[in-house]
Protein backbone atom coordinates (compact mmCIF):
# COMPACT_ATOMS: atom_id res chain seq x y z
CA UNK A 1 0.00 0.00 0.00
CA UNK A 2 2.89 2.12 0.72
CA UNK A 3 4.48 1.83 -2.58
CA UNK A 4 1.15 2.14 -4.46
CA UNK A 5 0.76 5.18 -2.85
CA UNK A 6 4.31 6.70 -3.57
CA UNK A 7 4.15 5.39 -7.57
CA UNK A 8 0.76 7.16 -7.55
CA UNK A 9 2.14 10.55 -5.66
CA UNK A 10 5.27 10.28 -8.05
CA UNK A 11 3.11 10.10 -11.23
CA UNK A 12 0.86 12.56 -9.74
CA UNK A 13 3.79 14.89 -9.54
CA UNK A 14 5.40 14.55 -12.82
CA UNK A 15 1.81 15.22 -14.64
CA UNK A 16 1.98 18.54 -12.64
CA UNK A 17 5.24 19.50 -13.73
CA UNK A 18 4.60 18.66 -17.10
CA UNK A 19 1.61 20.82 -16.79
CA UNK A 20 3.65 24.02 -15.27
CA UNK A 21 5.88 23.86 -18.51
CA UNK A 22 3.87 23.81 -21.16
CA UNK A 23 1.50 26.49 -19.24
CA UNK A 24 4.55 28.91 -19.14
CA UNK A 25 6.14 28.21 -22.41
CA UNK A 26 5.59 31.30 -24.62
CA UNK A 27 2.81 31.15 -27.15
CA UNK A 28 3.97 31.11 -30.87
CA UNK A 29 3.42 34.51 -33.07
CA UNK A 30 2.29 33.58 -36.01
CA UNK A 31 3.98 36.90 -37.56
CA UNK A 32 7.55 37.49 -37.80
CA UNK A 33 8.72 40.47 -37.24
CA UNK A 34 10.63 42.15 -40.58
CA UNK A 35 14.44 42.30 -39.61
CA UNK A 36 16.80 44.52 -41.36
CA UNK A 37 18.76 43.81 -44.12
CA UNK A 38 22.00 42.44 -43.11
CA UNK A 39 24.93 44.63 -43.29
CA UNK A 40 27.29 44.27 -46.23
CA UNK A 41 30.45 42.59 -45.18
CA UNK A 42 32.62 42.79 -48.01
CA UNK A 43 35.59 44.81 -48.32
CA UNK A 44 34.14 47.45 -50.61
CA UNK A 45 30.78 47.28 -49.69
CA UNK A 46 28.44 48.66 -53.31
CA UNK A 47 31.02 51.20 -53.39
CA UNK A 48 32.89 52.14 -57.16
CA UNK A 49 36.35 51.84 -57.08
CA UNK A 50 36.57 55.93 -58.19
CA UNK A 51 34.87 56.48 -54.69
CA UNK A 52 36.80 54.84 -52.92
CA UNK A 53 39.92 56.31 -54.13
CA UNK A 54 38.19 59.89 -53.80
CA UNK A 55 37.57 59.14 -50.24
CA UNK A 56 40.86 57.93 -49.14
CA UNK A 57 42.85 60.57 -51.22
CA UNK A 58 40.32 63.06 -49.02
CA UNK A 59 40.93 61.13 -45.58
CA UNK A 60 44.68 60.69 -46.32
CA UNK A 61 44.29 65.07 -46.29
CA UNK A 62 42.36 65.45 -43.36
CA UNK A 63 45.17 63.08 -41.22
CA UNK A 64 47.94 64.68 -42.62
CA UNK A 65 49.19 68.07 -41.24
CA UNK A 66 49.00 70.79 -43.15
CA UNK A 67 51.80 72.07 -45.36
CA UNK A 68 52.17 75.16 -43.67
CA UNK A 69 52.80 73.39 -40.37
CA UNK A 70 55.70 71.85 -41.76
CA UNK A 71 56.90 75.05 -42.98
CA UNK A 72 56.02 76.99 -39.53
CA UNK A 73 58.26 74.01 -38.00
CA UNK A 74 61.22 74.49 -40.70
CA UNK A 75 61.22 78.13 -39.92
CA UNK A 76 61.40 77.80 -36.59
CA UNK A 77 63.90 75.44 -36.39
CA UNK A 78 66.03 77.61 -38.79
CA UNK A 79 65.46 80.60 -36.40
CA UNK A 80 66.53 78.39 -33.28
CA UNK A 81 69.99 77.38 -35.68
CA UNK A 82 70.67 81.27 -36.69
CA UNK A 83 69.92 82.47 -32.66
CA UNK A 84 72.33 79.28 -31.26
CA UNK A 85 75.05 80.63 -33.45
CA UNK A 86 74.80 83.91 -32.70
CA UNK A 87 74.78 82.75 -28.89
CA UNK A 88 77.93 81.21 -29.29
CA UNK A 89 79.26 84.37 -29.73
CA UNK A 90 78.44 86.13 -26.56
CA UNK A 91 76.85 83.09 -24.27
CA UNK A 92 74.98 85.37 -21.26
CA UNK A 93 72.47 84.30 -18.51
CA UNK A 94 68.73 85.99 -20.53
CA UNK A 95 70.30 84.70 -23.89
CA UNK A 96 70.66 81.18 -22.44
CA UNK A 97 66.99 81.34 -21.62
CA UNK A 98 66.36 82.50 -24.97
CA UNK A 99 68.74 80.16 -26.73
CA UNK A 100 66.60 77.23 -24.89
CA UNK A 101 63.59 78.52 -25.61
CA UNK A 102 63.82 78.96 -28.96
CA UNK A 103 65.10 75.51 -29.40
CA UNK A 104 62.15 74.46 -28.00
CA UNK A 105 59.56 75.89 -30.00
CA UNK A 106 61.25 74.96 -32.88
CA UNK A 107 59.85 71.47 -31.99
CA UNK A 108 62.82 69.58 -32.65
CA UNK A 109 64.57 67.20 -31.15
CA UNK A 110 68.10 67.12 -31.99
CA UNK A 111 67.95 71.08 -31.95
CA UNK A 112 66.74 71.32 -28.37
CA UNK A 113 69.67 68.53 -27.76
CA UNK A 114 72.31 71.12 -29.59
CA UNK A 115 71.42 73.93 -27.26
CA UNK A 116 71.16 71.64 -24.61
CA UNK A 117 74.70 70.14 -24.52
CA UNK A 118 76.15 73.86 -25.85
CA UNK A 119 74.46 75.45 -22.25
CA UNK A 120 76.17 73.04 -20.57
CA UNK A 121 79.10 72.94 -22.29
CA UNK A 122 79.47 77.36 -22.31
CA UNK A 123 78.48 76.85 -18.18
CA UNK A 124 80.92 74.57 -17.29
CA UNK A 125 83.87 76.33 -19.02
CA UNK A 126 82.62 79.64 -16.65
CA UNK A 127 81.43 81.63 -19.64
CA UNK A 128 78.21 82.44 -18.18
CA UNK A 129 79.04 82.65 -14.51
CA UNK A 130 76.04 84.20 -13.39
CA UNK A 131 74.28 81.73 -14.38
CA UNK A 132 73.67 79.36 -11.37
CA UNK A 133 73.40 75.55 -11.73
CA UNK A 134 70.06 75.31 -9.47
CA UNK A 135 68.72 77.80 -12.23
CA UNK A 136 70.37 76.08 -15.40
CA UNK A 137 68.99 72.33 -14.15
CA UNK A 138 65.61 73.84 -13.97
CA UNK A 139 65.94 75.56 -17.13
CA UNK A 140 66.60 72.83 -19.21
CA UNK A 141 63.72 70.65 -17.68
CA UNK A 142 60.94 73.51 -18.05
CA UNK A 143 62.06 74.45 -21.28
CA UNK A 144 61.56 70.70 -22.51
CA UNK A 145 58.11 70.05 -21.97
CA UNK A 146 57.53 72.76 -24.50
CA UNK A 147 58.47 69.82 -27.06
CA UNK A 148 55.25 68.30 -28.22
CA UNK A 149 54.46 64.79 -26.60
CA UNK A 150 55.37 63.24 -30.11
CA UNK A 151 58.81 64.86 -30.27
CA UNK A 152 59.47 63.97 -26.40
CA UNK A 153 58.49 60.04 -27.81
CA UNK A 154 60.37 60.52 -30.56
CA UNK A 155 64.06 58.34 -31.06
CA UNK A 156 65.56 61.52 -31.33
CA UNK A 157 63.61 62.75 -28.11
CA UNK A 158 64.92 59.25 -26.31
CA UNK A 159 68.62 60.11 -26.96
CA UNK A 160 67.44 64.30 -26.20
CA UNK A 161 66.23 62.20 -21.94
CA UNK A 162 69.51 60.69 -21.99
CA UNK A 163 71.60 64.09 -22.74
CA UNK A 164 68.96 65.65 -20.17
CA UNK A 165 69.87 62.66 -17.29
CA UNK A 166 73.59 63.47 -17.95
CA UNK A 167 73.00 67.39 -17.71
CA UNK A 168 70.81 66.83 -14.38
CA UNK A 169 73.62 64.64 -12.89
CA UNK A 170 76.22 67.07 -13.47
CA UNK A 171 74.93 70.05 -12.32
CA UNK A 172 73.23 68.18 -9.55
CA UNK A 173 76.48 67.60 -8.29
CA UNK A 174 77.09 71.05 -8.09
CA UNK A 175 74.11 71.81 -6.36
CA UNK A 176 74.39 69.33 -3.69
CA UNK A 177 77.96 68.14 -3.44
CA UNK A 178 78.86 65.48 -1.07
Do not use: C
Not at 3 to 10: A, D, G, N, Y
Amino acid sequence: MVITFLITSVFFLGLIAIAIYFWQKPRQKTETAELPPPRVASLFANEEPAQIAETRDERLLEESPPIQEHDERALKRAAAEEFIEQWKQAPARNSTAQMLHLAAEADDAETYEKAVELALDVWQTGKISDLPADELQNLLNSEYWILSSQTRSSGAGFVLKRTLSRANRELETVNNPT
